[in-house]
């Protein structure tokens, strides 16, 4: 998870829709609130880098327990 958290990992997503045109996603998964959000603020700092140029946004809202007890998302829903 770490490595995911703090660097840019290219996904390649096929999503079937009647327009053919590239989309940029990226993923910064911050469950960390309640334990102090380790390594978010580095990320902030990079704004003009790691947070640019990209098409959508996935924010996914779950918690870990402590700094010892991570949370892993799974399943993110979009609304219809």
């Given at each position: ?9 290219p996904i390649r997503v096929n999503i079937k829709t009647p327009f053919?045109?590239s989309t940029d996603l990226k993923f910064c998964f911050e469950a ?49």
């Open positions: 998870l770490e490595t995911l958290y703090k660097s840019e990992i053919m045109h960390m609130e309640e334990s102090g959000s380790l390594g978010l603020e580095e990320i902030l700092e990079n704004k003009d880098t790691f947070l640019n140029n990209f098409n959508f946004t996935c924010i996914s809202d779950s918690y870990w327990l402590g700094k010892t007890k991570p949370c892993i998302s799974y399943d993110l829903r979009c609304p219809d």
